[in-house]
């Protein structure tokens, strides 16, 4: 599109048919907010509630949100929480239901110019209204198969109102319809662990600090940040962690531990505690790891007896890695090195520390978000086996201690119930139709743009065959697709087949974007709840208290879809009964019966009412993963189909997948930096971790907090000094990232964080098209814009985002607005 935004938007405006409401016309927040609140005291209030990046107190004043400050057991407050006004604020806001203009006036589902954001703004009812006839017509002329409400991601905060509970609650009250399985930060990991460990082990209790920290001699960070990931919580984060990554920082100084990130690049982890940096090639770990089991087992510092104990497939794996079965190669460090570029010494020395004493693996979950995901994670645990540890304080493997406050000591306190997802018992719905007409009725998470592509497209996936459904509505309530999947142009394309899509959500996302219809839910902070204070600590009850009225025509997803119920009298039994405060006071008796062994908590008015904000459930205890299994195997088997750690699946084997065999495996990737795959044309990994001043795509519309880390108002890409210089560019420079699947605008923040042949730029950027059209440049920075559309393997068919290649030069054209903030194009 040669045209700039700004001049399209001024050539609409001077059509007569046409009217225009640029972000300049909107107002002032401030003024817009006075219009919809009621002004408090003039000292002003406080009030507690809750949120990702932790508990939190805000004032109150005329109606408004004036103050954001940690609540005082919070020693270890994320810097986002200065971010938190913004999203009540925020420009991007969803403020009325809207309708995009050529579905509304075509109504023959103008595909082709979906993502031109141009909407109109109608009444609730309007807008609920077609949502339903749109329902009842795919329900009518398909049936469920063509209906996708299997949406679900992050949402805010707060246990009632789950806004994919409500949303799938209430379109199961009127119809079937296709659902995923997995998810896209865990995939790969998910699904090879139950085989190898006998559960998913990325959503598990770990370890506890305190025994990591008396017991452990080394601790290896592989492709783990937890200082940066930890700032966010599944629930209300206590950020309890950081007093014991103080506490290791202490002991590194020291030297009473020894710790070492394996890790491309130096991360915010390593340059905090100080510690030793293991640099290995991008999406070659399995080459060191297999290494590494090649010194141990050579060399004889492998635990034959727990091995015989507690493990079984060993000798199914060795001959591999000794040469003697499949590619007839022999993984010696010296083969490793040319692979990974850790030399073959290195490797050796760093096998023998690892037996040397008490280690203690963590692992991160971006490692596993490549092609062959499901081979790093396999290894890992083949690689714990081999040093016998696990199941001991401070040894053995974990995939979870960056997430969620995983290793705090847990009281084991019962945290409140929700919202029901499902219809009740007895419950059928209006449609009552479960012939899917053979198309699978789940699929996996990562494989939904293939389903509207591929329609009948049969799969492989863990084990059985899937048909991929023919997608004709989309659904999705508090969740971002636009984000979290990858390369947007063959979404673009996707997206150009469905008829309608639906989306539910407070602020005006890429996935609003690219909507038919667009409902204003309001933000957590606009309405009351309860949570769990510590997602895994289990520390105590939040009350999450309301801030401010719902702005502008913004509801409760509860009001929103007990109204979108009344269209086929469902409301009494999608809402029990009960209005809002009921459901929070139920969810809180229920979580007080389940605690009575173990706290005295207060009735709900007393516990609603106290300045505190949260019951404290008291101390945690420590806790060793997988101790049990390891003092008795036969009484506390893993759920494997052995009930043994099975370093050889003889399922995984029966499958006969080419990708994903009977052992972990190398598997050269379809593109790869360092010599690899495509790095002839495209030289640069692209790295797309989880962000430092975001949780995911939330928080990218606070527009102050923002400001605080773009250059030029475009997302960062970080670089090494060396790339940077060999393309002539400098610190602060707005850059374009592309290869052969999309093209991107970023600014450049150069770092010797970044070893030549890789760059970053955080995942959650909002992408920002420069037109609808495939192939348009992404003006703002979304790294989806470039990644790759395939799954890991036949077994997960999970993301492969970091398996991409790309190249960076200097910004020399007319430069573009940022079109990713702001809402929609308003127009009559």
């Known amino acids: 599109m040669s045209l700039s935004r700004r001049k399209f938007l001024k050539g609409l405006a001077t059509t007569s048919a046409v009217s225009v409401i640029g972000p300049s016309l909107l107002g002032s ?88 954001n141009r909407f109109v703004r109608v009444t609730w009812d309007e807008a609920l209204d077609l949502f339903y006839k749109e329902l009842e017509r795919i329900q009518k002329d398909y049936g469920p198969w063509a209906l996708n409400a299997g949406m679900t991601g992050w949402r805010q905060t ?10 799938q609650r209430a379109v199961g009250m009127h119809g079937n319809f296709t659902t995923k399985v997995g998810d896209y930060s865990t995939g790969a990991g998910q699904t090879i662990l139950p085989y190898v460990l006998g559960s998913t082990e990325v959503y598990a209790q770990g370890t506890s600090w305190p025994l990591i920290l008396e017991n452990s001699d080394t601790v290896i960070w592989w492709a783990n940040d937890p200082l940066k990931n930890t700032q966010v919580g599944w629930q209300a984060e206590t950020h309890d962690s950081y007093m014991y990554y103080e506490q290791l920082k202490d002991k590194v100084a020291k030297g009473e531990i020894k710790v070492i990130c394996v890790d491309p690049v130096k991360s915010k982890t390593q340059n905090y505690l100080q510690c030793d940096h293991q640099y290995v090639n991008p999406q070659t770990d399995v080459p060191f790891m297999l290494g590494i089991a090649y010194t141990l087992y050579t060399e004889e510092l492998y635990d034959k007896k727990f091995i015989d104990t507690y493990a079984l497939g060993f000798e199914e794996f060795i001959p591999y890695v000794m040469g003697k079965s499949q590619d007839k190669v022999e993984k010696t460090p010296e083969w490793a090195e040319k692979i990974c570029g850790v030399k073959a010494d290195d490797i050796r020395a760093f096998a023998r520390l690892l ?42 493997i974990s995939y979870s201690h960056h997430y969620s406050g995983v290793g705090i000591p847990p009281t084991g306190a019962a945290g409140p119930g929700g919202f029901p997802r499902n219809l009740d018992e007895g419950m059928k719905p209006i449609w009552d139709n479960n012939d899917y007409k053979g198309y699978s009725k789940t699929m996996p998470v990562a494989r939904w743009i293939d389903a509207i592509l591929e329609p009948g497209k049969e799969i492989n996936y863990n084990g059985s065959k899937v048909i991929l459904p023919d997608t004709k509505m ?21 997206f150009q087949k469905l008829q309608t899509v ?42 999450m208290h309301k801030l401010v009225d719902p702005m502008y025509q913004s509801r409760t997803d509860f009001a929103i879809f007990t109204d979108f119920c009344r269209r086929f009298n ?57 101790a049990k299994f390891r003092e008795d195997p036969e009484i506390n088997p893993l759920g494997t189909p052995s009930g043994f750690i099975e370093i050889y699946s003889r399922k995984i084997a029966g499958y006969k997948y080419e ?133 890991t393997s036949e077994l997960a068919q999970a993301t492969s985002a970091n398996t991409v290649v790309v190249n960076v030069e200097k910004y020399t054209g007319e430069v573009p607005p940022v079109t990713s903030f702001g809402g929609p194009i308003y127009v009559s």
């Open 474 to 494: 989309l659904v999705v309530s508090g969740c971002n697709p636009w984000h979290h999947h990858q390369n947007r142009n063959r979404m673009k394309t996707a």
């Open 29 to 116: 927040v401030a003024k817009a907010a006075e219009e919809v609140t009621s002004p408090y005291s003039a000292d002003g209030v406080w009030k507690v509630t809750g949120s990702h990046w932790g508990a939190f107190r805000a004032k109150i004043y005329n109606g408004q949100v004036t103050e954001v400050e940690p609540l005082p057991r919070d020693k270890y407050p994320t810097e986002m929480l200065k971010g938190i006004k913004g999203i009540i604020y925020s420009p991007s806001r969803v403020r009325y239901p809207m309708v995009r203009l050529d579905w509304l006036k075509r109504h023959k589902y103008s595909g082709d110019t979906r993502g031109n």
């Open 158 to 167: 707060g246990q009632f109102q789950s806004c994919t509970s409500h949303m």
């Open 570 to 626: 469902r409301s009494k039994e999608f809402t029990r009964g009960m209005d809002e405060r009921q459901w929070i006071r139920s969810l809180y008796d229920g979580c007080k019966e389940a605690n009575k062994e173990k706290a005295e908590m207060p009735d709900f008015d007393t516990f609603w009412a106290d300045e505190k904000g949260w019951f404290d459930f008291g101390p945690g205890e420590n806790y060793t993963s997988h």
């Open 659 to 791: 990708h994903c065999q009977g052992h972990p495996m190398w598997f050269e990737k379809a593109e790869r930096s360092h010599g690899g795959p495509g790095s002839d044309k495209f030289p640069l990994w692209l790295q797309s971790c989880h962000p430092n001043k975001r949780l995911h795509s939330q928080m990218c519309e606070s527009d102050a907090f923002r400001a605080t880390y773009t250059v030029q108002d475009r997302e960062p890409v970080y670089m090494s000094p060396e790339d940077a210089k060999a393309r002539g560019i400098k610190d602060g420079d707005l850059v374009r990232v592309f290869n052969d699947r999309g093209q991107l605008l970023a600014g450049a923040v150069v770092e010797d964080n970044y070893p030549p042949g890789v760059i970053r730029i955080y995942e959650g950027a909002w992408y920002g098209p420069l037109s609808e059209k495939v192939g348009a440049i992404d003006t703002y920075g979304d790294p989806n814009t470039l990644t790759m559309d395939i799954g």
């Open 355 to 396: 037996a040397k004493g008490r280690t203690q693996l963590i692992f991160g979950w971006a490692v596993q978000r490549q092609q062959h995901g499901e081979q790093p994670y396999w290894m890992g645990a083949v690689i714990a086996t081999m040093l016998g540890q696990i199941g001991l304080p401070g040894g053995g």
């Open 502 to 543: 639906v989306t539910i959500d407070f602020a005006w996302t890429a996935t609003c974007r690219f909507s038919d219809i667009v409902l204003p839910a309001c933000t957590q902070y606009e309405r009351d709840d309860i949570d769990l204070y510590g997602a895994y600590s289990g520390t105590g009850i939040l009350a």
